[in-house]
């Protein structure tokens, strides 16, 4: 009988396929019907292929005029300058040893995940410019990565930096010795005049001539015109023929689905449903005049500013905390260097990805770094695809950016301006501008970035692909000194350290290797940086937000990334989306309390949500002061840890565990038999006492923890001084009680196995001999019955 089941089956089977085979032929005619329509003979190949040339110049130049860093050199200022990104605390805070170890190395263990799979497991391989190949559809299962954790090799953390991913060595734009060469190289005057003539003056003609606007009637930047029509419009033109709509190609695409074997997309099951009417991401770079290729810091290369100019530079520079008189020489729709990997430009993303609003949250910004962003993003988003900008203005006190800033964005109706009666800090100000958003996306931006071409479609495209990832563009540097654009290091993903610190940390190259992982892969990413991301609107607000009560600026980063990952989203880097930012050494801007209490209120809100049992590690980190309710108030949690446990969020464990396993969070310092070296014997809880006894480890009696406030305990018991004479009492365990902190393993090298109280300075416990008990005395670095070892020491 089961064998004439599975025959019965085999035939239903069989005909299942047949069909499907029919299906997807009928599908990839469609597919490659509407690929067509789209990508055909657009000029943005034409000026891809320029910047391309250009590219490659620009490598050459940086190649030939070798390592040029001295002192002064972009590359070696960033790493200087790019030290405070989103990193919460700029200056460590004083008066503890073990705060701020320079350098983490956990063990290294990476994500169990299936993060390898990448947009390309969702993208149909183009082989040649505009032609679908149609076995072109592929799957890379390589890139699955089984779910097993992968304990990973030594490297992975040891370089994290507070600072931003490294700039890739001899990439990017050429760097600023070559930069005057740059005009004299025969190949870039050719790229610079087709780059002018064909990427702006033409491509514009074309994409806007014709068209008319009822607010104005000459020709304008793509941010003008209404949602839908401008791919239609090129394509219409340049295919010529095509009469359909492109939004009618996408609705009228034969319903049927491919269905590729994918690891992302549908969590839980390896099947990402790709809907036909897909196209190869738009890499357009419109702008409304012709761009002049002499300009400064054309194509972002590095600008400088003659020897006399040096006060005027000096006199500006506070009001960004960056070179502002540079940047206001800089044309405000300059064009920068495709800095994608070359297959990024052949991904394909469907026709029917949901809408944006960007937000850019400013107080006091530049003018001329804010027109830049807004430029950035009009010239480079498909204008379908941009909803609208908001402009949040948090309370700026700068005449420039009330009328003028009104006036100048009136030339183009998506720019909507809300300002904010008081200052509200970047926090509520982005809530302020979401809270107006009309796209089914918001996209997060800094005020002082310049989006790269095609940097929009990937990152809706993730989100199309799973409303609950939350992708981020790379973001790529732009020198706070000579405003040049440049490249980072690949496979940098956003991770942590104690105490909550923002940091990079690159993909270890084992693992890279091991899996496959090539340099567009999405990188899944512990902790976003911050400033630059796009979220699905609605599931934004499913999460609640961000926490309201956070001040200012610093830890918003940390609260949205952990309520991400443990309520049941993911964030992803995509090195397909490119965005540069200005890192700069300070905060422009005032904050209205101190700087480093709002960051550290900020911080602790997070803690007490979101990191249960670990929130000792962010305090035993140098933040113990942050549990003394009289030094700070960090306000009402009730609303956040309600949040919480509606959306069923999973456990800080879970996270680490899952996420970022690589992270080292020991939830005591130290633990196991308290030994006396003077005495060779063990410390025992003996009714309400403390004795000594022979060691042994199976004695439950003799396991003590040496916690991240610094108490000695065994379970819920403490040693404390007594006080008055030299002996000690047992308490109830209290991390905010500092009388039952003792320093161990400190920086007091001459002191370093003893254990000595914070409370009475400079006494130490030591080990009675004449009748094996416990005592306080002073503390003597040669006596040996005031040294102790803990069994397991887990961390310094
Ligand atoms: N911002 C704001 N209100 C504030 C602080 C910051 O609107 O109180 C804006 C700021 O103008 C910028 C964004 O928030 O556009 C992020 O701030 P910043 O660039 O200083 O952060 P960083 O890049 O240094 O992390
Ligand atoms: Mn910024």
């Known amino acids: 009988m089961i064998r004439r089941y599975l025959r019965g089956s085999g035939r239903v089977l069989a005909s299942v396929f047949v069909a499907s085979v029919v299906w997807l032929l009928f599908d990839m005619a469609a597919l490659r019907l509407s690929i067509n329509d789209v990508n055909s003979k657009l000029l943005k190949e034409q000026v891809i292929r320029e910047r391309q040339l250009f590219k490659q110049q620009s490598r050459k130049d940086v190649v030939k005029k070798g390592d040029q860093s001295d002192g002064n050199s972009p590359l070696n200022s960033l790493n200087k300058v790019a030290k405070v990104y989103r990193q919460g605390v700029q200056n460590p805070p004083e008066n503890h040893g073990d705060r701020f170890p320079e350098v983490i190395q956990p063990n290294h263990v990476l994500f169990k995940d299936k993060q390898g799979a990448a947009l390309q497991n969702v993208t149909v391989v183009m082989q040649e410019e505009r032609n679908l190949h149609v076995n072109g559809i592929q799957v890379d299962k390589s890139k699955l990565i089984d779910d097993s954790n992968e304990v990973m090799g030594n490297k992975g953390l040891s370089d994290i930096a507070r600072v931003t991913p490294g700039v890739q060595d001899g990439k990017g734009v050429p760097s600023s010795a070559s930069t005057k060469g740059l005009h004299k190289s025969d190949d870039l005057q050719n790229f610079a005049a087709k780059t002018e003539s064909k990427t702006n003056a033409k ?8 068209e008319t606007h009822p607010a104005d009637k000459s020709s304008k930047p793509n941010g003008d015109l209404n949602a839908n029509e401008v791919i239609n419009r090129t394509e219409d033109k340049q295919a010529g023929m ?23 997309g549908t969590r839980g099951n390896a099947t990402t449903v790709i809907k036909a009417g897909v196209h190869k991401v738009l890499s357009l770079d419109v702008t409304q005049s012709p761009r002049d290729s002499n300009a400064v810091g054309q194509y972002g290369q590095a600008a400088h500013v003659a020897s006399e100019e040096d006060a005027d530079v000096k006199k500006r520079w506070d009001e960004g905390h960056f070179n502002v008189y540079l940047s206001d020489k800089i044309p405000v729709d300059r064009a920068i260097p495709d800095t994608r990997p070359e297959m990024c430009a052949h991904n394909l993303v469907h026709n029917d990805l949901p809408s944006t609003s960007v937000i850019f949250c400013f107080v006091d910004e530049v003018w001329s770094t804010l027109l830049r962003s807004v430029h950035s993003v009009l010239n480079r988003s498909p204008p379908h695809l941009l909803k609208d900008i908001i402009l949040v203005d948090d309370f700026s006190t700068k005449d420039y950016l009330k009328e003028p800033l009104d ?16 200052r509200q800090g970047l926090i509520r100000a982005r809530l302020a501008g979401a809270a107006v958003a009309e796209g089914e996306v918001l996209t997060f931006l800094d005020s002082h970035i310049e989006c790269n071409v095609g940097w929009l479609e990937p990152l809706l495209e993730r989100i199309y692909q799973d409303r609950k990832k939350v992708p981020c563009p790379v973001i790529e540097v732009i020198s706070d000194k000579d405003m040049s654009y440049m490249l980072v290091d690949n496979f940098q993903r956003g991770v942590f350290k104690w105490p909550l610190v923002f ?4 993909l270890p190259e084992e693992y890279i290797k091991k899996h496959n992982i090539t340099i567009s892969d999405p990188i899944r990413c512990p902790v976003m940086a911050g400033g630059l991301f796009s979220i699905d609107r609605q599931y934004f607000y499913e999460l609640g937000a961000y926490d309201p009560g956070l001040e200012v ?48 209120r900020n911080l602790a809100r ?22 003394d309710k009289n030094v700070i108030d960090i306000g009402n949690l009730t609303e956040q840890i309600e949040l919480r446990k509606r ?10 565990k899952n996420v970022y396993p690589d992270m080292d969070a020991p939830l005591v310092k130290a633990k196991g038999l308290m030994f006396n070296v003077g005495l060779r014997k063990c410390l025992t809880m003996w009714k309400n006492f403390l004795i000594f006894d022979m060691c042994n480890l199976s004695k439950q009696t003799q396991l003590f923890n040496y916690t991240w406030m610094r108490q000695i305990s065994q379970k819920d018991v403490c040693i404390a001084p007594q006080g008055k004479d030299s002996s000690y009492t047992l308490q109830p365990c ?34 009675m001999p004449r009748d094996d008990s416990l005592q306080l005395n002073a503390c003597e670095p040669k006596n040996a019955f005031q040294k102790w070892q803990f069994t397991q020491y887990l961390a310094h």
């Not at 491509?203 to 014709?210: N, S």
């Not at 940091?503 to 690159?506: A, D, L, Q, R």
């Not at 959306?647 to 680490?656: A, D, E, R």
């Open 203 to 210: 491509i514009h003609e074309e994409l806007f001539a014709k």
């Open 647 to 656: 959306l069923q969020c999973k456990n800080f464990n879970w996270y680490l």
């Open 242 to 264: 095509i009469t359909q709509r492109f939004s009618k190609v996408t609705k009228e695409t034969p319903s049927p689905a491919i269905k590729l074997q994918a690891g992302e």
């Open 407 to 422: 006036t100048y964005m009136s030339q183009f109706p998506k720019v909507r301006i809300i300002r904010l009666k008081e």
């Open 503 to 506: 940091g990079w940390s690159p």
């Open 606 to 627: 997070v803690a007490e949500v979101w990191l249960d049992e670990y929130k000792v590690l962010f305090y035993g980190h140098g933040y113990q002061h942050l549990l």
């Open 553 to 600: 600026w610093g830890g918003e980063n940390m609260e949205i990334s952990f309520k991400i990952w443990m309520c049941g989203g993911e964030i992803e880097i995509l090195p397909c989306s490119r965005v540069g930012h200005i890192f700069r050494g300070q905060n422009p801007y005032s904050f209205p309390k101190d700087r480093q209490k709002t960051v550290e």
């Open 734 to 767: 209290n991390d905010t009680n500092t009388e039952l902190r003792w320093s161990h393993k400190s920086s007091n090298a001459a002191l370093e196995n003893h254990l000595i109280s914070e409370f009475l300075p400079y006494m130490c416990l030591e080990a």
